[in-house]
Structures are given as C-alpha cells and as structure tokens.
C-alpha cells in the first residue's frame, strides 16, 4: 500500500478547465511538496507546505495543506496545454527527511 | 543556472553487465537521493546521501546495487550484475535539508534511462 495517494490517476481535459488533484494519507506529515514531470525529464518542484491549513498560489496553481497535516490539494485554474504532465505529491513524515512520493497524477489539457 | 547533470542520458547494455550510472550534485547542496522510475512503482528511493554519508539505501537490492559519493561533486550507482527487471529510469537529486522545518527540497537530473537486454 502507498503511503500517499493520489487521485484522479489519469486526467484528460480541455483547454480552459479547471482541476483538481488530490494527495491522501492516514499519516500525518511536517511538509508536503508538489512536483510536476514533463516527458522524457525529471521532477521539477512546484511548492512545499509546511503549516497545516496553508494555501500557496503559484499563477493559476492553488496548492493546499490539509488542517490535521495528512492530506493536500492542487487546483488548476483555466488549464493550458503547457500544464501537461505527470504530477506527483512527495510528503516527509515527523522526524525522517526522506520523502515519499505518490504515483502521481497524469494529466493531459487538449487545446 | 545550477542543474543536476547525470551521465549518460540512455544506457543499453546485456545481462550480467556492470552498469555505472554518475550524478554530479548542484554545489552546495548537502543531500543527494537515487530513485528508479518504473510504470509499476513509480518513483521509487534508493540511496539517500547526507554530506555525502550514506543514510538510507534500505530500498536498494544489495547484492547487485551499490552508491557511492567518493566526493562532493560525484555520485555514482552501479549495478552488477545487471538484469533485465533492472530496466528503468534512475534519477539522481540533489537537496537541501532544512532541519528546522524538517524536510529536503529537491532538485533531480534529466535520468538515465536503462534498458537491460
């Protein structure tokens, strides 16, 4: 079993949508961060929360901390095929530096 | 503009070869990991370095695999003997760890995508 998941896993919309990506656990985190991996390239980071309830926006990115620390958000506003990609949540659990990663969520936007 | 660079990019070797996989770390980072990417795993952690002491390599097949960082600007995998489920994408990272807030953030290379006949 993952200790994070991500949900949808597989997302296909239009040019001008909006979505949103989930990343769920039963444990309880000091940070979550957002990556996004483009074909054929590695992970880059978007953000990193670290405070329960924070909201960080990035443009049209809204990412978002679950209150109790085990859960996070990224809602895309007006989505353009430039947001195509592979987006994976990676939380660090209290007291280990190492983080672990979702599968990810694959996202297409069709112009 | 300071990137972690791996080398080489793509990797075709037969079973039962060594392969040697190089990361050089963005400077001044403190912390390196080795991943493998697969369709069935995912992203999957290795090795983790920490001012170039190993720290974690629990997720590593030891028998075969090993990670090395001989200095601060060269980390290596090798595996050896190589074999065909050994096939995948290895990513390397660099980091900084924040120890008041508890977490890296990360920077990883391009790959090196791992093809094992």
């Known amino acids: 079993t993952q200790l994070l998941e991500q949900s949808p896993q597989f997302l296909s919309i239009q040019e001008g949508e909006n979505l949103t990506v989930y990343c769920n656990s039963s444990s309880v985190f000091s940070s979550l961060q957002w990556y996004r991996q483009e074909p054929g390239e590695g992970p880059v980071l978007l953000v990193t929360?670290?405070?329960?309830?924070e909201v960080k926006k990035l443009k049209r990115l809204t990412f978002q901390f679950g209150d109790a620390r085990k859960d996070s958000s990224l809602h895309i506003t007006a989505a353009q095929p430039g947001d195509t990609g592979l987006y994976l949540c990676a939380g660090g659990l209290w007291g280990s530096y190492i983080p672990t990663f979702g599968r990810g969520t694959s996202l297409i936007v069709h112009p | 503009d300071a990137r972690v660079t791996q080398t080489p990019r793509h990797k075709v070797t037969e079973m039962g070869q060594e392969v040697t996989m190089r990361c050089q770390p963005i400077l001044g980072h403190n912390t390196v990991f080795w991943y493998r990417q697969t369709m069935m795993q995912g992203l999957e952690l290795l090795a983790y370095f920490r001012n170039r002491a190993p720290l974690d390599d629990s997720g590593m097949p030891k028998d075969r695999f090993s990670a090395e960082m001989p200095d601060a600007t060269l980390a290596t995998l090798k595996i050896q003997p190589s074999e065909p489920r050994d096939s995948a994408v290895y990513f390397c990272a660099s980091g900084l760890l924040w120890t008041s807030g508890g977490y890296n953030e990360q920077f990883f290379g391009p790959g090196t995508r791992l093809t094992v006949l």
């Open positions: 929360v670290v405070t329960g309830g």
